[in-house]
T-cell receptor, first 110, second 114 residues
Framework: DAKTTQPPSMDCAEGRAANLPCNHS???????VYWYRQIHSQGPQYIIH???NNETNEMASLIITEDRKSSTLILPHATLRDTAVYYC???????????FGQGTRLTINP | NAGVMQNPRHLVRRRGQEARLRCSPM?????VYWYRQLPEEGLKFMVY????????ESGMPKERFSAEFPKEGPSILRIQQVVRGDSAAYFC????????????FGPGTRLLVL
């Protein structure tokens, strides 16, 4: 599976959009971009995934560049409860194992 | 629809004892995955099971660790003769029978070895 690079930490003001970047320059054609988050002491929570088109659901939007070498997770109106570690993972759909990096520790400030 | 359930949520063992961690997948899910998260580290894949079969155990330590997912009942991760280095959070995830589905995680079991 391709490796991903994320900033170790980010801050965002409550109510603003949080934009979390991820680089995955070695992604293969059949690999998807998955985003999970882990709120302190809880299990990872699935957020969204995509292949090459932008995706949106009730939690977030995922923007994937045309060359698929990077992506951005957007939380449109961040709340304090969005404070968590966000993991960007590249894997084939239905992959048997997810490879978690260090993620981005997002802090939402009041 | 209940999510992935794990128990116990917290487990304390003394060195040399056995630890048994249980995972009940979401209803309709027949694939189970176990991950371990050491303190201040990311999650690491351990094992992938389907009913009565171990599909991929490439992340399991070679000794003392075993996993099963019987035809009836929860999946069990068993750690024999625990050592302090086994102290970690153990997460279970499940996915449906259909290929290509996302993994959904449980709340985890926090194992502390004294």
């Amino acid at each position: 599976d391709a490796k991903t690079t994320q900033p170790p930490s980010m801050d965002c003001a409550e109510g603003r959009a949080a934009n979390l970047p991820c680089n995955h320059s070695t992604i293969s054609g059949n690999e998807y971009v998955y985003w999970y988050r882990q709120i302190h002491s809880q299990g990872p929570q699935y957020i969204i995934h995509g292949l090459k088109n932008n995706e949106t659901n009730e939690m977030a939007s995922l923007i994937i560049t045309e060359d698929r070498k990077s992506s951005t997770l957007i939380l449109p109106h961040a709340t304090l409860r969005d404070t968590a570690v966000y993991y960007c993972i590249v894997a084939r759909q239905g992959a048997q194992k997810l490879v978690f990096g260090q993620g981005t520790r997002l802090t939402i400030n009041p | 629809n209940a999510g992935v359930m794990q128990n116990p949520r917290h487990l304390v063992r003394r060195r040399g004892q056995e630890a048994r961690l249980r995972c009940s997948p979401m209803k309709g899910h027949s694939h189970v995955y176990w991950y371990r998260q050491l303190p201040e580290e990311g999650l690491k894949f351990m094992v992938y099971l389907q009913k009565e079969n171990i599909i991929d155990e490439s992340g399991m330590p070679k000794e003392r660790f075993s996993a099963e997912f019987p035809k009836e009942g929860p999946s069990i991760l068993r750690i024999q003769q625990v050592v302090r280095g086994d102290s970690a959070a153990y997460f279970c995830a499940s996915s449906p029978e259909r290929r290509g589905e996302t993994q959904y995680f449980g709340p985890g079991t926090r194992l502390l070895v004294l």
